[in-house]
């Protein structure tokens, strides 16, 4: 045989093993001149098309009839003439070589050439016969056809290790985050995840195999099943029951809890050679480590199922243990991934909460976290009572409660549920030893701060506890979310809980100052109960009130506690303004809160001066006055507290505190001035008219720097002194100008800060961009931490190119924009994003229109639109369309006041409820300009 032969078929050794077969991957003749095309044809045992045909190259022009045909037709007189035919008008030689396993006919190779080759024909003939064994032998017949193969070793190791390959466990595992409802959600994602490869892999075993029915059950993920079944498409074969019975079975072996979710599906694949009258189920359980992770399962022919369960048939238990290390992985991975899903979502929630004053608040929360972090959804929260350190219930879970059970009754009752909540412990009634329906108790209650000095420091009691009933409701809880999730959430909570009962229980105590102060009329007696709410509230045994003296260079102590100093040297002591704590915080104005006094360079402690800890707060009174027109800080004196009596440093909440006591005493010393000048009411009033004429400073009061293509007007008017809306024009970095509109919600002076800092921010804002989308996405992100969850601000911006008329507008929760167009009055809206304070889920969107000469546009805020008469009814926007049709001609301060008067007759006596802000615009055009 010729070298170039040779060499072809020392290649086909490696060729490699195929189910299907393409031109492209069969290049071993591509160099011989004579080739033209191969042909395969291979036996699979399918019903209806038994063989499997390829036809490569110039072959698959011609059909395997055409190709096989012999040219018998008259008989010509050299017999190899019987392998020469004309084929698209061309001499070919066909060489047909059969392929033989266990003398039966599996396959053959046809080689097509033309009849100009150099090669002889005997020497292609032999090439051929070596050529088919070598290609063929590589194509994976399935193993039941041959016996032989079904019990060779090397062919089921081959078929482990390509199952190995397929089962890839490289890919990430990943939960999704806890939200309501999200636990159907979170199965179809590992279904989907994990399907397409185990059905594959059951296809490839049933066809393999010659199985009926194939069938998987995986333990996905926590509370989560697969169930996927290949099942081979014959009709009415009456199978049906017994693979329902297989799974059954299955199912019986493992227990399955009642919440867990199964997500199946049943895939038809090709018709297979078997018995369909005797068919036998086969299950193995897919374990790992002792667990059982799912289970395999087979309908099988009686031949199929005495040879897989032959003391030699090794082969579906290893796949059944491939299956469960494989599954075990995933569900690890996944069980981790939940884990930190829940973890994270616990931090979070904790996180949030523990900055809140509001214990109903909580408690809904913690309600919400015990229903879809942990699905328990029948139960109780039972509270001590502040006043009456009474058992309380708080709240239910949402399910129904046992119809058995009296809440009230066992609150006052002794027993394990109530024992366990009065020590702050945990009670585990799984065993059912209690006899009431109560599954598990659960405390709330916090953990004191660890503290070497602690002679006057009580660890804080139980604040109550977490039943959760014996109901179907409520799904069992696994070990690690009772013993490591569970207690993360509940400490969260509880600690929120306490943060916001000694807020409470403080808020209490200053309402009941804030009361007391108002009646006082003496700044002696003043101080004196100062000096006693602070002690009561911040729990301190050392306090002093110095006051700032008549030359405003030193600080005297006036009051004092627990100095345990002489009252002379108390009374000669003098602390010039900017030395030491005192005189330091007295100089900048601002709160001083540090953990060691004696590391601070500022202190200098005195030789008889005692600390049970080194953790002082000071902090300042202040006063704002008005001088020449400025107002400017005052500093009253200082209030230092140190040595609390529990050991333990002062937190940011005492600082807030103490603060908000020095506040009501600066407003209180503040009234005893004002009552001793008899002009009380007259001050008030003029501090209010200054706050209003400091807010209305800060809007434009002239419009005439704008381009001579810009007319603008603005005005607004506070439903009291004081309020929330605000307008500005500015200047962008691009060259166009923002008009800015906002409401506040609310009214009064809260209304007026938040508008103050709004305002503060857009201006800082509009110097790092001039996208108005950009521009309220970053105003958003640095208001919302000045908002607290009963304010928020609508904003309305438009952008406008002074040069050719172009405008776009962005809004914030605010209304339409009302614009006079070409002679029509029209409303430019946008998909509005959330006012500011909530987060963008969406994001915010801008509406481009373009104005010409003449067109005119109002901004205005819903003070206007919802304005009542004396019938109740509201001014609206279809006036608003109204007037602007009827005076768009006039110039945009007369337009303004059009509205301002309308909306006034509107009103009448009726009173007035909202701010009302009105900014107009008159684009003159470039002609102007």
Not at 81 to 101: H, N, Q, R, W, Y
Not at 393 to 413: T, Y
Not at 900 to 929: C, M, N, P, S
Request: aromatic content about 8%; glycine content about 6%; proline content about 5%.
């Amino acid at each position: 045989m010729k070298t170039a032969l040779l060499n072809a078929l020392a290649e086909a050794e490696e060729f490699p093993c195929f189910s299907e077969l393409s031109g492209s991957d069969f290049n071993l003749l591509k160099d011989f001149p004579e080739y033209r095309g191969l042909a395969l044809r291979l036996y699979t045992g399918s019903s209806g098309q038994p063989w499997k045909e390829f036809r490569l190259n110039r072959s698959a022009d011609h059909s395997i009839d055409e190709l096989y045909r012999l040219n018998a037709d008259p008989l010509p007189d050299k017999p190899e003439d019987l392998l020469i035919k004309e084929l698209a008008g061309e001499k070919c030689i066909t060489i047909i070589s059969p392929f033989m396993v266990d003398s039966s006919h599996f396959a053959d190779l046809l080689l097509l050439l033309s009849a100009e080759t150099s090669i002889s024909i005997r020497e292609w003939h032999y090439f051929a016969d070596h050529l088919a064994t070598r290609i063929c032998s590589k194509f994976q017949f399935p193993l039941h056809l041959i016996r032989s193969q079904v019990e060779s070793s090397d062919r089921l190791l081959l078929f482990l290790r390509d199952t190995q390959k397929l089962l890839n466990p490289s890919r990430r595992a990943d939960a999704l985050p806890p939200a309501p409802g999200y636990e159907e959600k979170q199965a179809q994602l590992w279904f989907d995840e994990d399907s397409p490869m185990l059905t594959s892999f059951l296809l490839k075993l049933q066809c393999a195999f010659n199985f009926h029915t194939v069938f998987v059950l995986q333990h996905a993920g926590p509370d989560t099943y697969n169930q996927i079944t290949v099942m081979a498409a014959c009709e009415s074969d009456g199978t049906s029951s017994e693979i329902s019975e297989m799974i059954e079975i299955a199912m019986q072996h493992y227990k399955i809890e009642k919440h867990a979710i199964i997500t199946r599906s049943t895939v038809s694949s090709a018709i297979q050679e078997f018995s369909c009258n005797s068919l036998s189920p086969l299950v193995f359980a897919c374990q790992a480590g002792g667990q059982t992770y799912g289970h395999l399962g087979f309908l099988m022919s009686d031949d199929n199922f005495k040879r897989h369960i032959s003391h030699r048939s090794k082969l579906m238990p290893t796949l059944a243990n491939q299956l469960g290390l494989y599954f075990s992985h995933f569900y690890q991975m996944r069980k981790e991934a939940r884990h930190g899903r829940m973890l994270q979502q616990i931090n979070q929630t904790c996180n949030t909460i523990i900055s809140s004053v509001n214990i109903d608040a909580i408690l809904f929360k913690l309600v919400e976290s015990l229903n879809y972090l942990f699905g328990q959804y029948s139960g109780a929260i039972l509270m001590f009572s502040r006043d009456t350190s009474e058992l309380e219930l708080s709240n239910f879970l949402g399910g129904e409660k046992p119809k058995n059970l009296d809440v009230n009754k066992l609150i006052h009752s002794k027993g394990p549920v109530i024992d366990a909540i009065n020590e702050g412990s945990a009670f585990d009634n799984r065993n059912g030893h209690y006899p009431l329906p109560v599954r598990y108790v659960l405390p709330l209650a916090t953990t004191p701060q660890a503290t070497s000095i602690n002679t006057e420091f009580l660890p804080l009691r139980s604040l109550g506890g977490v039943i959760l009933f014996e109901s179907e409701l409520n799904k069992p809880l696994a070990e690690e979310d009772l013993t490591a999730l569970m207690p993360i959430l509940l400490n969260g909570m509880s600690a929120a809980l306490q943060v916001a009962s000694n807020y409470s229980e403080k808020l209490d105590t200053i309402n009941a100052l804030e009361g007391l102060m108002e009646k006082l009329s003496d700044s002696d007696a003043l101080l004196d109960e100062m000096i006693i709410i602070i002690r009561r509230l911040l729990k301190v045994n050392r306090i002093s009130y110095l006051e700032v003296d008549a030359s405003e260079k030193f600080l005297t102590i006036k009051r004092a506690y627990g100095l345990d100093l002489p009252l002379e040297i108390i009374e000669k002591t003098k602390i010039a303004i900017g030395e030491e704590i005192s005189g330091y915080v007295a100089k900048q104005g601002r709160s001083y809160r540090i953990d060691n006094i004696e590391s601070e360079g500022i202190f200098k402690k005195r030789p008889s001066e005692h600390y049970l800890n080194r953790s002082l707060l000071s902090v300042p009174l202040v006063r704002q006055i008005k001088q020449r027109g400025v107002i400017v800080k005052k500093v009253l004196g200082v209030i230092n507290v140190n040595n609390k009596t529990n050991g333990l440093t002062f937190t940011l909440q005492d600082q807030q505190l103490l603060e908000a006591i020095a506040h009501l005493v600066v407003t209180a010393l503040e009234n005893v001035r004002l009552m001793k000048e008899k002009h009380v009411k007259d001050i008030i009033d003029r501090q209010l008219a200054d706050a209003r004429e400091i807010q209305m400073s800060l809007m434009p009061k002239t419009f005439t720097e704008l381009p001579s293509s810009i007319e603008m007007f603005g005005k607004s008017i506070p439903a009291s002194q004081i309020g929330g809306d605000f307008f500005d024009i500015l200047n962008l970095e691009d060259g166009r100008l923002l008009a800015v509109l906002g409401d506040v919600s609310g009214k009064g002076m809260p209304a007026a800060i938040l508008m103050t800092i709004t305002r503060m921010i857009i201006r800082q804002v509009v110097q790092e961009c001039s996208d108005p989308v950009m521009i309220l996405e970053k105003v958003n992100k640095k208001v919302s931490p000045e908002l607290d969850a009963y304010h928020f601000v609508t904003l309305q911006l438009v952008a406008i190119n002074p040069e050719n008329g172009d405008c776009e507008m962005s809004s914030a929760g605010h209304g339409p924009l009302m614009v006079h167009l070409s002679g029509e009055v029209q409303c430019v809206e946008t998909k509005s994003g959330p006012p500011l304070g909530f987060p963008p889920k969406l994001g915010y969107d801008r509406n481009p229109f373009k104005m010409s000469t003449g067109d005119a546009l109002i901004m205005y805020t819903d003070g206007l639109s919802e304005q009542k008469n004396p019938d109740l009814e509201m001014f609206g926007t279809e006036q608003i369309k109204m007037l602007l049709h009827q005076n768009a001609e006039k110039n945009a301060e007369e337009l303004a006041e059009s509205l301002f008067t309308a909306v006034v007759d509107w009103r009448g006596v009726a009173e007035v409820h909202d701010d009302l802000t009105i900014l107009t615009l008159k684009y003159k055009g470039q002609a102007a300009a």
